[in-house]
């Protein structure tokens, strides 16, 4: 899995802008000269180079653009349907200004094709990697011919797909045929005018893919990854309806990919030259153009992806198709069922009204008896509008909160809205009945395991008994179908948090026990038993300030924990919310701050384990109904193969913020590298301020360097929030920002291990080191915009993607 390539963007160094000795002008092509194979163009920040290659394992000879200092990238291609078969193709200009490409017998084998005479032509390749052709007298941006009007498979910043209106001309994306053959291929990247502008990836005149309809902002279910990294942007105009887009900073150099199995990939240039995927499309089963039937959902989460729509059932077992319950017949008391945050039903049959507001556009639907659903859409910056379906739905997913989902209310029939109440008495007859029946399997199993262990036991128990009671506890192991019925079948509005490890759903068990579920993602590849012993193994961590296992659950390839569910949310919905963290005195911070060091101290040090958490952050820190600190998800590494000593590991797990610099940078960790994960959270609780995304107006700094810096001038008590003032004792403050400090100093070795962070905390008369500089002590122009990734690798298995979560 790449995932520490992609933190090389924070590090990014700028450009190198210093080849500027231009060679007399080699990125121009004046009248009647002419380029043969082997010479080349270079624009004038050599960013683009242009000539004759040969692709992969082909012989024959093309004329293209690419990227000088990654020569694979090819982004555009002259001759594609019409290669030559010999390094002697030439390139010209003509005197009628057109460019012109001939093989060796002098035959046109390609053509610029522009109409009428030019009085001076030039043609020049610019830095954005469009080649155009003008008058030389003419003004700069006025061209009689450019590549961007030309695409290939690649789509750069500030070339354009879409429609012209006047003449109705469509440009689009078209991929290679192969890696070896850059002819047309028979996919193409598209946008969809209809309504509200889609883009769509389609097989010949099959729809394979679709992103949600444009929202002013974003398309739809796309990660929201814009805006810090590149901008999306639609122009919708009388003249013309196109989709291009620009790179957040001129450092970053990007591309978007059509490539030849039907993905568009969103690539970024590292420093070592080689292309990082930001993310590609489609993510997951879900993604494939209408993977359900109509007025289903699919859901990337369940093991069985599709479901029909609340009030729809499947017309059959062979039939992906939803049909209703009870059929519309345009009466009282029909209603709407609400579909959370997903892409929102492909445009086949719509209406759009702007100008009908969020409530009319309810009241619209139902007095339109064939109207089937609506939803209130963003349809450009701050304006909003009604769209309306008919017919049935079609190609509806859920989608994860870092991608962007609508609310969509679909129409159900009186009885439709009231059957769902008789069937969910007649569910919950069948739950009775499926729990009696588990916990009678259930019982049976632990009696059985009881009876086997009750052989050994007269032997297990004499050793063990030293070591106290605890580590005889068996794990609980809960049926599939327990779970399944508790989390309302993992729906979609149980979920309570998404971990690096997987979404955790809150579940209701049938004894009314209220437990967090957290199905871990699938590439954890252990065996059955391997993961049970790792299950038993944390089980047996047992501290006041962890959360408690409950047991787990072993489906198939589904894995999943279940823990006591704290009602009270996590830390961060404490310390940044600006009401909540009122509720937070600094004694209670204190007491937070402590917890949460003891039963990190116990993961590292006091169990027999060694436990590193690897991924400790506030949302990652529970509440109970006292205000007492539970870290959660520990002990994951292991299960996802991670061995608990200091070691390398290719999948990097954790939150931009609080990853130490050896974990981010080349995926070392050890305890320390948790040390580093406290100290940014002991910083975050005493400031109230996330170290992610944080700005300063007067430095590029993040929370870490503020806090440094401040120390060293000795004005260490701004960094604590203001609403502590009146509670918080003053020596203590500052021998937490202190400790806090020491614990985020950027080489390991100097972080002290957690039995000292402690014993530092509570010892007034403790005499502590001059914090050194903390760990990525950078300025982050132009790179600050990074601070705000979050690495999500779980959610769609197998691609990299980002979301970012903040930032400016
Ligand atoms: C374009 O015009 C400028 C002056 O107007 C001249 O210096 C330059 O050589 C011309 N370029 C070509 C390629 O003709
Ligand atoms: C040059 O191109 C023409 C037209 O495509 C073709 O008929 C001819 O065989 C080519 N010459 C060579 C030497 O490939
Ligand atoms: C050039 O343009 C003419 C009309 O403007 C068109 O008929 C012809 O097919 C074009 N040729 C190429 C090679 O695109
Ligand atoms: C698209 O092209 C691939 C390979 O070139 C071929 O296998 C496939 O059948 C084509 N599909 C359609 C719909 O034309
Ligand atoms: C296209 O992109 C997908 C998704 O990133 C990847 O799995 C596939 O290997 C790529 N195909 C090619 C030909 O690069
Ligand atoms: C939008 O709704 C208003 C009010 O119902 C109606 O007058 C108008 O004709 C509708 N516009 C379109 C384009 O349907
Ligand atoms: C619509 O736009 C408003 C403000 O422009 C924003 O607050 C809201 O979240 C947007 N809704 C969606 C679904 O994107």
Redesign the pocket.
Known sequence: METAPVFTLICFVVLVFSHLELSEEADVLGVEGSISDGETLISSLETFELGFFSPGKSRNRYLGIWYKNSPGAVVWVANGNNPIAERKGVLTLSETGNLVLFNQTNSVIWSSNVSGTVQDPVARLLDTGNLVLKDNKSMPESYLWQSFDHPSDTLLPGMKIGWNLKTGEERYLTSWKSADDPSPGNLTYRLDKNGLPQLFIDRGSVKIYRTGPWNGIGFGAVPAVQSLVFKPIVISNENEVYHTYEAASEAITMRLWLNQSGYVQRLILNQRSSWDVLYSAPFDKCGSYGSCGVNSICSSRRADACECIKGFISKSQESKNCVRESSLDCQKGEGFTRLVGVKVPDLLKF??????NPT?CEA?CLKDCSCTAYANMNVSEGRTG?LMWFGDLFDITEVADMYRGEDVFVRLSASGLGLTNESKKKNRVAIILVSIISSAIVLGLISFIIWKKSKKRDVVLHSTRMEGEEDEREVPLFAFSTIEIATKYFSFGNVIGEGGFGPVYKGNLPTGQEIAVKRLSKDSCQGVEQFRNEVVLIAKLQHRNLVGLLGCCIQGDERMLIYEFMPNKSLDYFIFDHKSRALLSWKNRVDIVLGIARGLLYLHQDSKLQIIHRDLKASNILLDSNLIPKISDFGLARIFGGNDEETKTTRVVGTFGYMAPEYANDGTFSAKSDVFSFGVLLLEIISGKKNKGYNHPDHQHNLLGHAWLLWNEDRGLEVMDRILEETCVRSEVLRFIHVGLLCVQECPEDRPPMSSVLLKLTNEEATLPQPKRPGFFIQREPFNNFSAIKMDTAFTGKELTISMLQGR
Do not use: D
Not at 351 to 356: H, K
């Open positions: 209406q759009l009204n702007e100008s009908l009319r619209e009604c």
